[in-house]
């Protein structure tokens, strides 16, 4: 199970199949939207109260979780385990999950970038330098 809410009285329309050589699940498509990418996740929610949805998809900072049409963030917690919980209210929504790119992971991609670049320019000069 993929999802899991504390109360019964919540439906949420997800199906997915797992490919075990890809990286992304595929969504067999039902009536309505859905989707389940690296960092990005979309939900059709049908709460019939205000509920707290449990995502398996483990918390890092930079989730955000936002209702179609609002501009307003859902709190996002994570569980015991470590996994996506968010408050979402009572009737019918989609629910659109982000992971935003943070600053560190933006530093870790430019020393990565920098890394690699050197790396190609020392192996560059040891060539050049056997060839004397």
């Known amino acids: 199970m993929l999802i899991s809410s504390n109360i019964t009285n919540l439906n949420i329309s997800l ?15 039902k009536p309505g939207f ?5 960092r990005k996740i979309i939900l059709q929610v049908k709460a019939t109260t205000d509920t707290t949805l449990t ?50 992971e933006r530093i870790g991609q430019i020393i990565s970038a920098v890394s690699a670049i050197l790396l190609l320019f020392l192996v560059f000069q040891g060539f050049l330098s056997r060839g004397r």
């Open 15 to 29: 199906c997915l199949d797992f490919k075990p050589f890809s990286s992304q699940f595929l969504i067999r498509k």
């Open 55 to 104: 995502i398996h998809q483990f918390y890092y900072p930079g989730w955000v979780a936002k209702l179609k049409g609002s501009s307003e963030s859902l709190p996002i917690h994570f569980s015991e385990l470590g996994l996506l919980q968010i408050s979402v209210p009572s009737g019918k929504h989609e629910l659109y999950i982000t992971l935003d790119t943070l600053i560190e």
């Open 34 to 38: 859905w989707g389940w990418q690296p």
